[in-house]
C-alpha cells in the first residue's frame, strides 16, 4: 500500500474554497440568483503582485475559451467572470473520476485609488490571464535626494 504524505496545507486550502462556495450560494439565494449557480461552480487561482509602476493580477484559466471569459471594471472593482465548459468528446456516463472543475465562476477585487483605470490592459498565454493595473504617475515612488549640508 503506497503512503501519502499529508500536505496541511492542501486540506486547508480545500477547506477555505468549500467554504468560499458556500458564502458565493448563500449570497446568491439571498439576492435571487440561484439560476446562475450550478453544481460545478469553481474560482481560478490568483496571484497579485506589485512594482512601482503596476500591479499584475494573473489568474489560471486552463481550459477556458476567450470567448467565455468577462472581464469589466465596474466603479474601483474589477470583475472576472467567465464558464469553463465540459468536455463535449465524453458522456457524463463514461467518466470514472472528474476533479477538474467546470461550470461559471466570478471573482472580484476592489482596486486601490492609485491605479490609473483607463490604462488596464489584459492579454491571455497558456491558460494564464494576465491583467496589468498601471498605477498613477503621482502615485508613483520616487526617490529624494538627500543634501549633505
Do not use: C, Y
Not at 7 to 19: A, E, K, M, S
Not at 53 to 81: C, M
Request: aromatic letters at 4%; zero cysteines.
Amino acid at each position: 500500500m503506497p503512503v501519502a504524505k499529508w500536505d496541511p496545507l492542501r486540506d486547508l486550502w480545500t477547506l477555505q474554497d468549500r467554504v468560499n462556495r458556500l458564502f458565493q450560494e448563500g449570497m446568491a439565494r439571498r439576492s435571487g440568483q440561484e439560476e446562475d449557480l450550478q453544481a460545478g461552480q469553481w474560482a481560478p487561482a490568483v496571484d497579485i503582485f506589485e512594482s512601482a509602476e503596476t500591479i499584475v493580477l494573473r489568474a489560471d484559466l486552463p481550459g477556458v475559451e476567450q470567448d467565455d471569459i468577462e472581464l469589466r471594471l465596474e466603479d474601483s472593482t474589477l470583475i472576472l467572470r467567465g464558464q469553463r465548459k465540459r468536455p463535449g468528446d465524453v458522456r457524463p456516463e463514461d467518466l470514472h473520476r472528474a476533479e477538474r472543475p467546470h461550470g461559471t465562476f466570478v471573482r472580484s477585487f476592489s482596486l486601490p485609488s492609485n491605479v490609473d483605470q483607463s490604462g488596464i490592459r489584459a492579454s491571455q498565454k497558456n491558460g494564464v490571464l494576465e491583467v496589468v493595473l498601471p498605477k498613477k504617475q503621482e502615485s508613483r515612488a520616487k526617490a529624494i535626494r538627500i543634501e549633505v549640508k
